[in-house]
């Protein structure tokens, strides 16, 4: 398995600001993968972080909005931009660590915009 | 599309009540099936994994059996405890090399002493 250290925890946040979401895996991973859950909700995949490449959006999510970044093997951030009370939930990111292998969740980042 | 179908919540039980959550698959090939949970205030946790027809995951008492026939994988536990109340989310992950995780809307677990 990895261990996941998602950064911040929590936060409140004003609207229209931006807010970046920092995702440290103890080991190298191919595959990262960021994830919405809105209250009460389950989780709505925003995007697969590979890297060396552009992040690939899930129908719904755009670059803009939800800028990726993928430096290495072993980090990634997702930054909401120009943030509204719709942004409010949970985002969590999560790693596979082998083909055809469950993935590894963090602990997730509590978003509260208002 | 691929998809998950779970049993809505709450399920409130007491302790040492016999657990059962129900999901359901639909698929167009043969995925991994995965049960997590996520306690409160926490992310999700993997809890049991299936990876091909009649497989039985289990972990923590919990067990759940890969059903290709009904496209099934209910969830049981033979006694909760209160510890155990927690969401729990039912998943597939097509074997296509392309790892997108499907999940189920979660059911939500409420054991009382």
């Known amino acids: 398995s990895a261990v996941i250290s998602q950064k911040p925890s929590r936060d409140i946040c004003q609207r229209g600001t931006s807010l970046t979401i920092q995702c440290q895996v103890d080991?190298?991973?191919?595959?990262m993968f960021w994830y919405r859950q809105q209250p009460g909700q389950s989780l709505t995949l925003i995007a697969t972080?590979?890297?060396?490449?552009?992040?690939?959006?899930e129908s719904g999510f755009v670059i803009d909005k939800f800028p990726i970044s993928r430096p290495n093997l072993t980090f990634s951030t997702l930054t909401v931009s120009n943030m509204s009370p719709e942004d409010s939930s949970i985002y969590l990111c999560?790693?596979?660590?082998?083909?055809?292998?469950?993935?590894?969740f963090g602990d997730g980042t509590r978003l509260s915009i208002l | 599309g691929d998809s998950v179908t779970q049993m809505e919540g709450p399920v409130t039980l007491s302790e040492e009540a016999f657990l059962t959550i129900n999901c359901t698959y639909t698929?167009?090939?043969?995925?991994?099936l995965f049960w997590y949970v996520q306690y409160p205030g926490e992310g999700l946790q993997l809890l049991l994994k299936?990876?091909?027809?009649?497989d039985k995951g289990s972990n923590k008492g919990f067990e759940a059996t890969y059903r290709k026939e009904t496209t099934s994988f209910h969830l049981e536990k033979g006694s909760v405890q209160v510890s155990d109340s927690a969401v729990y989310f039912c998943?597939?992950?097509?074997?296509?090399?392309?790892?997108?995780?499907?999940f189920g809307t979660g059911t939500r677990l409420l054991v009382s002493p």
């Open positions: 999560s790693v596979e660590v082998g083909l055809n292998q469950p993935q590894h």
């Open positions: 080991s190298q991973v191919t595959m």
């Open positions: 972080a590979n890297q060396g490449s552009e992040a690939t959006y």
């Open positions: 698929a167009t090939g043969y995925p991994s």
């Open positions: 299936a990876t091909k027809a009649d």
């Open positions: 998943a597939l992950l097509m074997n296509t090399g392309f790892q997108k995780l499907v």
